[in-house]
């Protein structure tokens, strides 16, 4: 269960050190990746030194502190908003998308889950987050479920970190982490009364306003509103009254929830329609349930957007909102 890519186990050796028996061991054998000057060579971007992303890390904190838990963004006169669910290290979609897109004249908002499973977590933390402090209004950066030591030490930040800090790699590990824990949860749209998280509705969490009083810098997460509302996914025949425990699927404390459970809460908060990321479809998105909205081209009350291309057969996606409704765009 704890490999980066299932399908992706390409790496064969029979020389290994102990480190790296180590290192199988914790990681269950995935595929570690290009080397470091592969990467550079594909990808002409700034490679960040130990000294320089301590101080990247200080300034992003610096903004995240300030930023509400519930982000409220405004639209002003940018052109676009634009949603891009789980990056998962795909730095060739971060790239796409700002090239596609001029920073100065969209809004970008991220829906978490831009380390592990990846080839290039480093290189697509370290450009968000060089983005956000250089456009800290026009980029929203919400948390993910792998934004979190318990999940990101096991599917493959941390063996990057290792691969290219060494001995610096645990200082910077619990140091990212520390700034992941100060990302905010949820964004408000407010011209278009859509709410958009990482995974999904909470059983404890009625009203959106809820999500500022929870505490700020929750490493693991502690709280089950916040841990729900990163893990939790929307399902289609689950029964209409709840939450259906989601244990054998990703395990204790994560939840499934209903149409109606959604409905219900999208009338109560008067919101439109929720956009999250955090699940895989082939498509690079999809919507669910009925639609409770009167958003162009928006077929459902829920949308996924999924945005990593490393994933077998996938059509990596971004979703773009403006005045003339929703598209869905596929970053090929
Ligand atoms: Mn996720």
Redesign the pocket.
């Known amino acids: 269960m704890l490999e980066r890519f299932p399908q992706a186990n390409k790496k064969k050796s029979d020389e290994k050190s102990k480190d790296e028996i180590v290192e199988e061991q914790i990681t269950h054998n995935f595929d570690q990746g290009d080397t470091i000057s592969n990467q550079e060579k594909e990808h002409d971007i700034k490679k960040y030194n130990v000294t320089e992303i301590k101080e990247l890390l200080n300034d992003a904190e610096k903004i995240f502190s300030k930023e509400n838990n519930l982000l409220y963004i405004k639209k002003g006169k940018e052109k676009n908003i634009i949603f891009i669910g ?1 990056i998962h290290g795909d730095l060739k979609s971060l790239k796409l998308i700002f090239e596609k897109y001029n920073i100065e004249n969209n809004k970008f908002i991220f829906l ?2 831009y380390v592990d499973r990846g080839t290039y977590s480093i290189d697509c933390i370290n450009y968000l987050l060089e983005k956000k402090i250089k456009h800290p209004i026009n980029v929203a950066l919400l948390r ?3 934004e979190s030591p318990l999940v990101n030490y096991n599917y493959g930040f941390y063996i990057d970190l290792r691969n290219t800090f060494d001995k610096s790699s645990m200082e910077l590990f619990f140091r990212y982490n520390e700034v992941f824990s100060s990302l905010p949860y949820a964004a408000q749209i407010n011209k278009y009364n859509v709410l958009c998280l ?2 999904g509705l909470s059983e404890n969490i009625l009203y959106i306003e809820e999500l500022n009083t929870l505490p700020k810098k929750d490493l693991i997460p502690t709280t089950n509103k916040l841990f729900e509302t ?1 893990w939790n996914d929307p399902r289609e025949g689950i029964s209409d009254w709840g939450f259906l425990n989601n244990s054998d699927g990703r395990g204790p404390g994560t939840f499934l929830f209903s149409e109606k459970i959604t409905l219900d809460f999208l009338k109560n908060n008067d919101l439109q329609a929720l956009i999250r ?2 699940e895989y479809y082939k498509e690079g998105y999809k919507f669910h349930f009925r639609k409770k909205n009167n958003i162009n081209n928006f077929s459902g009350s829920v949308l996924t957007v999924f945005t990593c291309r490393e994933y077998e057969g996938v059509t990596p996606s971004i979703a773009v909102l403006n005045d003339d409704g929703l598209t869905l765009q596929s970053l090929i």
């Open positions: 789980d978490g889950d993910g479920n792998h990482h995974g990163l990321g955090h």
